[in-house]
């Protein structure tokens, strides 16, 4: 029999991984699957002005690859659930951010895949534009 002290840090440990996988999973949203995508369409192309074909085959793709990955956070969320016991992380507004209207309950706290699908878009903002303003390069000729 699996010591009570072991058993609860093993089911840390499941939880942090499958949190990490669904940051991994929510990241893919943004980057990999567009980019897979337009590659993919491009392959269906023979020259720089494409017809309807591969535009249509990247509108497509993107939009099913999309619904299986939010299945599959959904999935892994429910894993999350049942490893942990909480259906939330807890509440996350700062006092100083509380107007002293405010009532002492706001609302619900955030469930992880809503921290995580905003944290994705957050990571996601801020690499795109370190890309833009960093590595991008000027789109002006000769410079």
Do not use: C
């Amino acid at each position: 029999m699996i010591p009570e002290g072991k058993h609860k840090a093993s089911r840390t440990v499941a939880a942090g991984v499958v949190a990490g996988m669904m940051l991994l999973a929510a990241l893919s949203l943004w980057s990999v699957i567009p980019l897979v995508w337009l590659w993919i369409g491009s392959q269906f192309s023979n020259s720089q002005f494409p017809s309807l074909g591969p535009y249509l085959i990247v509108l497509f793709g993107a939009i099913a690859s999309i619904l299986v990955v939010a299945w599959v956070l959904g999935r892994l969320n429910e894993v999350y659930i049942r490893l942990t016991g909480a259906r939330d992380v807890g509440p996350i507004r700062m006092g100083w951010m509380k107007s002293l209207r405010d009532s002492e309950k706001t609302g619900d706290p955030p469930s992880l895949i809503e921290v995580v699908i905003i944290g994705s878009v957050v990571i996601a903002f801020f690499a795109f534009i370190a890309w833009f303003f960093v590595l991008a390069g000027s789109p002006l000729p000769g410079n």
